[in-house]
């Protein structure tokens, strides 16, 4: 593991470069910083609507997390802050797959946060050793995992309005669908705001405000504590 470490370059470049192009600025691509700012504005929308609850306190200040993780990667274009940027997206993942868990399976919330940081960790050191787009498959596969809970849920009988979910989901999906040929060069416009990263970034904050209406109808049916 120290060996690992060791022959990490933190402050080098990242090993995923997206369409637009580093320059030597402050703000090293601009145009993908900027589009951060849809995680702050969903953020503060969910504390104000949520007026103080727990669950708009996990949701509202891990997606202005989030989008403080993905403004410095944009910002700093830096490995270090690329594995920051991964980070943030696997804790709100887990934050779904944890309450989600606690409806579907019997068990204590300790154990359940045990096992979520072991593979949390795990999948750390995975993106570690592999590089490349190792981040994207770790994020994809928690992603599947949570969508696996919530329709073996909805199966159940256990949702409330799961339009709301299939919603929030969907514009995930379509922003995974415009962020791919970004990542992948296929279409790319560095000068043009729109582009796929910035889309999936308006897309995905505008879903994890559906996501906290969702559980918050959730929580109202059903009981689960959410003292983490």
Not at 53 to 67: A, D, E, N, Q
Not at 103 to 109: A, D, E, G, L
Not at 137 to 159: H, Q, S, W, Y
Request: hydrophobic letters at 50%.
């Amino acid at each position: 593991i120290l060996r690992l470490f060791l022959s990490m370059n933190l402050l080098g470049r990242p090993t995923v470069e997206f369409c637009e192009k580093a320059g030597s600025g402050i703000i090293k691509r601009p145009f993908y910083a900027l589009s951060n700012l849809a995680y702050l504005f969903a953020g503060l929308i969910i504390l104000r609507q949520g007026k103080g609850s727990k669950l708009s306190r996990l949701f509202g200040y891990l997606s202005i997390l989030i989008g403080f993780f993905s403004f410095t990667y944009d910002a700093s274009y830096t490995y270090l802050s690329q594995l920051i940027d991964l980070l943030g997206m696997f804790f709100f993942v887990n934050l779904l797959i944890y309450l989600s868990a606690q409806r579907y399976f019997s068990i204590s919330n300790k154990k359940l946060i045990f096992i979520q940081s072991i593979f949390l960790v795990s999948g750390m050191f995975f993106v570690l050793f592999f590089k490349s787009f190792a981040g994207e498959f770790v994020f994809g596969t928690f992603v599947i995992f949570a969508i696996g809970l919530e329709l073996l849920l909805r199966k159940a009988g256990k949702t409330i309005n799961f339009s709301l979910w299939l919603k929030s989901v969907s514009l995930f999906l379509f922003g995974f669908i415009v962020w791919l040929p970004d990542a992948l060069g296929i279409v790319c416009d560095p000068n043009n705001y729109l582009n796929g990263r910035s889309v999936f970034h308006l897309l995905t904050s505008v879903a994890i405000y559906l996501l906290y209406k969702y559980y918050s109808l959730q929580k109202g049916e059903i009981k689960y504590n959410i003292n983490i």
